[in-house]
């Protein structure tokens, strides 16, 4: 066990930081997301962000002087998929991991049969993970989102609500008490993609008959086409957007 961590260890200082943990570590401390004796619930649904979400933190628990404990969380939306990898991983890496059966899928996709489900399903399971988070006796629910999907967030509001808008890095609920982070606010789609592959992580299916027919895979296409054109689009409008939020900082 020595031995594993001394090599991790090394694997982090050689090029894990110049990679992305270094990046992490700024949207942390930036946006004050991790606190000593913060107890964080991850939303683990089985796709590469959320699955390199958990191995970034493990990582920052086991090899950084942050502190703070964290757990994992399945919703099991109704689709009969087996979270047996995801499961495995935390158990191999000493993460509580925990299912939690809910509903969602029937709401969304028998009983309402919305046109545009991802909406109204994405405010469903932030509901069932905040619960979860209450539950548990979490301060905090850590989410995967990256910075295509911050700008993604951006256009879709603007092109389909005409609203200039997006999420925040660290959000306060009133209500329930909690906060929202996104440690991985910082870091490009591709960052995490091959993170997930070099490391092999858990990725499930994702069974839902909208995926890859929404208008966020629309918008998706649209910022790589830009991106053939302005390389920097992402990290631009991340400096604009921290300017305009009082938060400038070039990376």
Known sequence: ?????????????????????SKVKRA???YEMIKPQDKILVGASGGKDSSALLYIL?????????EFEFEAVFLDLGWGLDPAPLAGFCREHGIPFHVEPTVIKAIVFDYRRE???CALCSHLRRGAL???ALRLGCNKVALGHHLDDLLETF?????????FSTFLPATY???????VIRPLIYLREATVEALTRKENLPVLT????????TRRKEIKELVKFLATKYPYIRERFLTAWEAANGKLEVL
């Open 1 to 21: 066990m020595e031995a594993t961590q001394a090599l991790t260890q090394y694997k982090i200082k050689r090029s894990y930081g110049k990679w992305f943990l």
């Open 28 to 30: 942390i401390q930036r």
């Open 58 to 66: 493990w990582l920052l628990k086991n090899f950084s002087p942050l």
């Open 115 to 117: 046109e545009h489900p």
């Open 130 to 132: 905040n619960k979860v």
């Open 155 to 163: 256009l879709l509001n603007w092109l389909y609500n005409g609203r």
């Open 173 to 179: 609920l009133t209500q329930s008490g909690l906060t």
């Open 206 to 213: 994702n069974p839902c008959p909208a995926a890859g027919h």
